[in-house]
Antibody, heavy 121, light 108 residues
Framework: QVQLVESGGGVVQPGRSLRLSCAAS????????MHWVRQAPGKGLEWVAV????????LHADSVKGRFTISRDNSKSTLYLQLNSLRAEDTAVYFC??????????????WGQGTTVTVSS | SYEVTQPPSVSVSPGQTARITCSGD??????PFWYQQKSGQAPVLVIY???KRPSGIPERFSASSAGTMATLIISGAQVEDEADYYC???????????FGGGTKLTVL
């Protein structure tokens, strides 16, 4: 079945870096755009970044632009998010998600279960 | 940056109709998607392309839109519909994706 499994979360000090991974299975990964979405404790969903199916284009939210970078390795069916210069306000559960135009342009249809990033000294 | 706005909470009794709104300047051209998130779980797509339901989503879920406001409608809300609901859309350029702040639906 279609599955997204995130990993790489943990506790990190402010200013440090972390790389999140999302392993995809059950579908042709290279055919789909992919997103990262985060959710701070007790807060709502915040869109973070998207990468085109072939990696040719990326978009990042203003709140993370210049600090976070989305990338992908289609040969490994894996999505990444590089988090640099981390701040306390980056503490959140990070979800990877699939974009599927079968449901309309920009539609996100499948989500992973998330990985938790805690930024604390 | 672009924003879409939702009310923080909506409350109905079982069997009543729940309406959750989402407002944004680009909504007349960019239909929002609606997601349901139950506590501790990942979000689930419940409405796409204005008012279509993915397989497995009950018929009581629908949506409408008028101008800069879209509405998720749950006809005959059930206790199991208690959850946070999010609209998701983009600005007119497609370069700024955004979730609404979320609406907590209480059914009791």
């Amino acid at each position: 079945q279609v599955q997204l499994v995130e990993s790489g979360g943990g506790v990190v000090q402010p200013g440090r870096s972390l790389r999140l991974s999302c392993a995809a299975s059950g579908f042709i990964f290279r055919s789909y755009g992919m997103h990262w979405v985060r959710q701070a404790p007790g807060k709502g969903l915040e869109w973070v970044a998207v990468i085109w199916y072939d990696g040719s284009k990326t978009l990042h939210a203003d709140s993370v632009k210049g600090r976070f970078t989305i990338s992908r390795d289609n040969s490994k069916s894996t999505l990444y998010l590089q988090l640099n210069s981390l701040r306390a306000e980056d503490t959140a559960v990070y979800f990877c998600a699939r974009e599927n135009w079968d449901y309309g342009r920009y539609a996100i249809d499948i989500w992973g279960q998330g990985t938790t990033v805690t930024v604390s000294s | 940056s672009y924003e879409v706005t939702q009310p923080p909470s909506v409350s109905v009794s079982p069997g009543q109709t729940a309406r959750i709104t989402c407002s944004g300047d680009a909504l007349p051209k960019k239909y929002p998607f609606w997601y349901q998130q139950k506590s501790g779980q990942a979000p689930v797509l419940v409405i796409y392309e204005d008012s279509k339901r993915p397989s497995g989503i009950p018929e009581r879920f629908s949506a409408s839109s008028a101008g800069t406001m879209a509405t998720l409608i749950i006809s005959g809300a059930q206790v199991e519909d208690e959850a946070d609901y999010y609209c998701y859309s983009t600005d007119s350029s497609g370069n700024h994706r955004v979730f609404g702040g979320g609406t907590k639906l209480t059914v009791l």
